[in-house]
């Protein structure tokens, strides 16, 4: 298992709900093996394997929570 390592800025979550929803979106992606989302910074982390999850996917599964990448 390939274990890269991500971060990035997510804007609009606003309580636990929208972090528990921006992380299950993510760990839903096959090839995303871990995400954790920090409600006061907005950073979320995520580990996963790049050869199998592109950028646009990423951004996708955060959107489809009702997201968006900063
Ligand atoms: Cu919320």
């Given at each position: 298992m390939i274990n890269d390592k991500k971060e990035f800025n997510v804007v609009g979550m606003h309580c636990p709900s929208c972090v528990a929803a921006v992380e299950l979106s993510l760990k839903?992606?096959?090839?995303?093996n871990d995400a954790k989302a920090d409600l006061e910074t907005g950073i979320v982390k995520i580990i996963f394997d790049s050869n199998k999850v592109s950028n646009t996917e990423i951004a996708e599964a955060v959107e489809e929570a009702g997201f968006k990448i900063a």
């Amino acid at each position: 298992m390939i274990n890269d390592k991500k971060e990035f800025n997510v804007v609009g979550m606003h309580c636990p709900s929208c972090v528990a929803a921006v992380e299950l979106s993510l760990k839903d992606v096959d090839g995303i093996n871990d995400a954790k989302a920090d409600l006061e910074t907005g950073i979320v982390k995520i580990i996963f394997d790049s050869n199998k999850v592109s950028n646009t996917e990423i951004a996708e599964a955060v959107e489809e929570a009702g997201f968006k990448i900063a």
